[in-house]
């Protein structure tokens, strides 16, 4: 037995050898440990700004997907991706009743949130083959515009397979509804009317000069331009909007699209367009809102001339008073009133070179001592359906140029 524990029992030196191993093998788990801790520790510290977004961006994403009911009035450009249920409750399931109006690309319909909050919902149709173009276009360039005469957008629903756009609601809906409509006419006096012309005027400085792009909307019109409770006007549906960058000037396209009778000569002969589109539309609307006519009907003795046509008729022979709205008795102002037809005749020249800009229009409205040019004669002064030949004839693919445009916020 004693030889066997003797032949078995460590030496000394292995003692010592094992002893070293030991000591070696924590050193090692010691050191890769501490190494871990501080790479963990750096890990987290540069990562700390990315985590923190991820955070943000999920609780975001968590308060939009439940379509949370915040306050709209403050300055939060942040989009809200509405749920389906949300905008179906609001809208009493998109009832005939809160229905606003009907485009070419949807409806829209008045809706109501719980916590009281109006709103406007764009329903783009299903069917519709440029919907979804519109859709992006108009949440990409709204989202980024913020501006008092330019109507909010707060949000959007995807769900369902719906494409819906969610809108400040304003009570007095469209331009249209007053200009047009013999009983409503009456209560846009001058006044007014020189607020809405100011109105629409700094929301296209903002979209041409002072905004980070240069916006065209390309469907400046009287339905799309919106009137808040207190008759302060708002330019909407940006469907067809196309941004410039600031030293661009003019550029091309091989799809025309518009209404009829805003829509400049330029745009419809070569597929042309700039910041002039606007002007010249501006111009179509600034004679509708001191006359109340439409652009779909025909004027004069022969009832022969289109609404341009008349109205510098009447101009160059000196008659231009038979022009104004008849409930405009104000006669304190017909000399403001001629003043504003002589610029807006000069927006809608043949030439955009003979067109003012938006900023040049500001300074002749606002300063009744400037000099004004003489107006030649309107360009684009040829019917409908010379119109539709004509876009035919060159080429260009003719694409919803009609009365009803894209969509809007807005009964007709």
Not at 208 to 221: A, G, M, P, V
Not at 346 to 356: G, I, N, W
Request: charged fraction near 25%; aromatic fraction near 12%.
């Amino acid at each position: 037995m004693l030889s066997f524990i003797l032949q078995y029992h460590p030496s000394a030196q292995e003692v010592v050898e094992d002893h070293h191993k030991r000591r070696l093998l924590i050193i090692v788990l010691l050191t890769t440990l501490t190494v871990i801790f501080l790479l963990g520790i750096l890990f987290c510290y540069y990562h700390r700004g990315t985590r923190a977004n991820i955070t943000r961006m999920l609780y975001k994403l968590g308060r939009y997907l439940s379509a949370p009911e915040k306050d709209f009035e403050g300055n939060d450009s942040d989009l809200i991706a509405f749920s389906y249920v949300t905008i179906k409750v609001a809208t009493d399931n998109f009832s005939k009743d809160n229905r606003l109006g009907e485009g070419g690309f949807g409806t829209v319909y008045k809706g109501k949130l719980q916590k009281g909050h109006e709103i406007a919902v764009k329903r783009l149709s299903k069917t519709s083959n440029q919907g979804l173009e519109e859709f992006k276009n108009e949440i990409i360039l709204t989202a980024r515009l913020q501006h008092v005469n330019l109507v909010r957008l707060l949000g959007y629903c995807t769900k369902k397979d719906e494409k819906m756009l969610i809108y400040e609601y304003l009570p007095n809906k469209s331009l249209d509804q007053f200009l047009f409509d013999p009983r409503k006419s009456v209560l846009l006096d001058w006044r007014k009317r020189v607020n809405i012309i100011e109105g629409v005027t700094q929301g296209l400085l903002y979209l041409q000069e002072y905004s980070n792009f240069t916006i065209i909307h390309r469907d400046l019109k009287a339905s799309n331009v919106l009137l808040d409770d207190e008759m302060n006007p708002k330019i909407s549906d940006f469907g067809l909007a196309r941004i410039f960058r600031k030293y661009e000037l003019e550029a091309n396209t091989n799809t025309i699209v518009g209404t009829y009778g805003y829509v400049p000569p330029e745009y419809v002969r070569k597929g042309i367009y700039s910041t002039k589109y606007d002007v010249y539309s501006f111009g179509v609307l600034l004679l509708q809102i001191i006359s109340g006519k439409r652009t779909s009907c025909y004027y004069g003795t022969h009832e022969n001339m289109n609404l341009l046509e008349y109205a510098y008729e009447l101009w160059r022979e000196g008659r231009g008073v038979e022009f104004l709205d008849p409930s405009l008795d104000d006669t304190t102002s017909p000399f403001k009133m001629m003043r504003c037809m002589q610029i807006a005749l000069l927006c809608v020249q043949e030439s955009s070179a003979d067109r003012p800009s938006m900023l040049e229009f500001d300074s002749m409205f606002k300063n009744e001592g400037a000099v004004i040019s003489t107006p030649k004669v309107p360009g684009f002064s040829i019917n409908k359906k010379e119109y539709e030949e004509e876009t035919s004839y060159s080429g260009i693919k003719y694409s919803s140029i009609n009365d009803v445009t894209v969509s809007q916020l807005a009964p007709r």
